[in-house]
């Protein structure tokens, strides 16, 4: 007789295994000890679910500043490093003057407004009827510098009634021994900002008694630049603008001191902060929609613009606030409503 020998089956190796596995789970879920199944996860953990909010949460849209051109290198510089932590935020900064950029602003058409001077009462009033409500904020201290081009060799020094002289309403002074006789016969060509620009405004308030009241005759423009360079390729030319852009530009223009009465004073970083630079030292602001303030990232720019801005005006060329301001400007922003 041939003899056949036994063999499990698959389905029966599979039934003894099933029943021990049963045993085993019966067994554990009777023991106070939690298992291996209830302690570890199987699909994530707290941290990558914190990584994927973080990226979700990113903030985006655009933020619409314009305004004076003397505050707009401190604006950029804070735009520019307000991009490497909110790369999907575009930050849109115009030049289009103090005065330029209140029209848009008090319109309801930016978040925020460069300004070399305080708002206007007739601006804010404007801002009144068009519902927009804002923060006025202190960012830096300029000293409006009068120039002329490294190749002038006569001009060092300049008294507020000789500025006067040649600046205001109606003046005919056309030639530098007109301005004082020891110069020599040689034309004066003016630069300075437009009409639109807030450095305009305060230079014409302080040196010639009113705001807006110049002699027209002279190159204006709203952008420093084109200033720098009209003022830096002529002998004969003297200018004035923000302290910033000599900064920027020490090759390519002179420092005229001014003498107030208490004898000749050159702007610097210590006579500017000391305010013994008068009367062109002036504060510097910004102005912030408390509407587009509800957007997190206006909200994020202003607050950063509010930690950062005291070393990025200081980079940039102008005097940094005291700490205790730029904390004051910080918690507006934080409690604005």
């Known amino acids: 007789m041939q003899v056949i020998p036994i063999v499990r089956t698959p389905w ?28 570890i996860p199987t ?34 510089a804070v735009a520019e490093e307000f991009r ?8 849109n900064v115009g030049v289009s003057g103090t005065g330029g950029g209140f029209k848009r602003f008090t319109a309801g058409e930016t978040a925020i407004s460069d300004a070399s001077r305080p708002i206007k009462d007739t601006e804010a009033a404007a801002a009144i009827e068009n519902d927009v ?27 507020v009634e ?16 007109q301005v004082r006789s020891s110069f ?17 405004d305060y230079f014409t308030e302080v040196i010639n008694g009113e705001a807006q009241a110049s002699r027209a005759d002279y190159t204006g423009s709203e952008d420093d630049n084109v200033l720098v360079q009209g003022i830096g390729g002529d002998r004969n030319a003297l200018g004035y603008f923000g302290y ?17 009465g208490s004898g000749c004073v050159t702007p610097s970083d210590a006579t500017i902060e000391a305010g013994e630079y008068s ?35 200081a980079e940039v060329g102008y005097i940094r606030l005291a700490d205790s301001i730029y904390a004051a400007n910080l918690a507006q922003v934080k409690v604005a409503k």
């Open 12 to 39: 029966k190796f599979a039934l003894i295994m099933t029943i021990a596995l049963v045993a085993l789970i019966a067994a554990a879920c009777s023991s106070n000890e939690p298992t291996a199944a209830v302690t």
């Open 43 to 76: 699909q994530s953990t707290s941290q990558p679910q914190t990584t994927a909010t973080k990226t979700t949460q990113q903030l985006s849209g655009s933020i619409e500043i314009d305004g004076s051109s003397t505050v707009y290198p401190i604006t950029e």
């Open 84 to 91: 490497k932590v909110h790369p999907n935020v575009r930050v």
């Open 133 to 159: 409500e804002f923060l006025e904020l202190q960012v830096a201290i300029d000293g409006l510098s009068v120039m002329v081009s490294p190749s002038n060799n006569f001009v060092e020094c300049l008294t």
């Open 162 to 177: 000789e500025l006067k002289a040649i600046w205001e309403p109606g003046s005919t002074i056309d030639n530098w021994n």
């Open 184 to 200: 020599p016969n040689q034309t004066l060509r003016l630069y300075g900002p437009g009409t639109d620009s807030g450095t305009f």
């Open 244 to 260: 910033a852009y000599y900064v920027e530009n020490t090759d390519k223009l002179k420092l005229v001191a001014i003498d107030s």
């Open 279 to 313: 009367p062109l030292s002036r504060p510097l602001f910004i102005y912030v929609s408390t509407e587009e303030l509800k957007r997190p990232e206006v909200k994020a720019f202003v607050e950063f613009y509010m930690e950062h801005g005291s070393d990025l005006a």
